[in-house]
Antibody, heavy 119, light 113 residues
Framework: EVQLVESGGGLVQPGGSLRLSCAASGFTVTSNYMSWVRQAPGKGLEWLSLINTRGNTYYADSVKGRFTISRDSSTNTLYIQMNSLRAEDTAVYYC?????????????WGQGTLVTVSS | DFVMTQSPDSLAVSLGERATINCKSSQSVLSRSNAKNYLGWYQQKAGQPPKLLIYWASTRESGVPDRFSGSGSGTDFTLTINSLQAEDVAVYYCQQYYGTPYTFGQGTKLEIK
């Protein structure tokens, strides 16, 4: 059974950094396209970043240069390093994975982890 | 970037009736190489992560009831929910995955009338 479990969220001051983790089971993170998506309180979904099976990475303009997506095959974990955090980065952060039928789709989702950027 | 625009923003439909949600892309998401539309539909119930319903514009994800269907091509797409059930109350999003950033529509809130 495919499972994604995010961790690492919390309260951080503006300008601070945080690293979120997404532990995967039931598949290997290098075999699927993996994404991060966030949702600000009461708002819609915002796609943030993707790492494909070749290890190529892509970012939304809103986080480019501040966030870095990565993965570790030894721990089967997806990460996102978030630097220079702003109040507008406050959101629930989800990791998502594609599947064999649609690599680019977000077929599997974690439950999300809340990041609050506030002084 | 692709801009995805959904309509309406919200709608209320009676139980057993049909709900229709539209999604328009600012650019075509139809691939000439494989004739696939890189468009998905997601359902998000309150307090839950999104759930993939439809991919390639019209392929139902495994386990999704057949009252959910997707149609359209190029820039215009529709999610249809036939015989609306109480458990279908949710926010529905379209997303293009033709090119990064993989943008979502703003969401359509579906309620029971």
């Amino acid at each position: 059974e495919v499972q994604l479990v995010e961790s690492g969220g919390g309260l951080v001051q503006p300008g601070g950094s945080l690293r979120l983790s997404c532990a995967a089971s039931g598949f290997t993170v290098t075999s699927n396209y993996m994404s991060w998506v966030r949702q600000a309180p009461g708002k819609g979904l915002e796609w943030l970043s993707l790492i494909n099976t070749r290890g190529n990475t892509y970012y939304a303009d809103s986080v480019k240069g501040r966030f870095t997506i990565s993965r570790d095959s030894s721990t089967n974990t997806l990460y996102i390093q978030m630097n220079s955090l702003r109040a507008e980065d406050t959101a629930v952060y989800y990791c998502a994975s594609g599947s064999g039928d649609c690599y680019e789709c977000s077929s599997y989702w974690g439950q999300g982890t809340l990041v609050t950027v506030s002084s | 970037d692709f801009v995805m625009t959904q309509s309406p923003d919200s709608l209320a439909v009676s139980l057993g009736e049909r709900a229709t949600i539209n999604c328009k892309s600012s650019q075509s998401v139809l691939s000439r190489s494989n004739a696939k539309n890189y468009l998905g539909w997601y359902q998000q119930k309150a307090g839950q992560p999104p759930k993939l319903l439809i991919y390639w514009a019209s392929t139902r994800e495994s386990g999704v009831p057949d009252r959910f269907s997707g149609s359209g091509s190029g820039t215009d797409f529709t999610l249809t929910i036939n015989s609306l059930q109480a458990e279908d109350v949710a926010v529905y999003y379209c997303q293009q995955y033709y090119g990064t950033p993989y943008t979502f529509g703003q969401g359509t809130k579906l309620e029971i009338k």
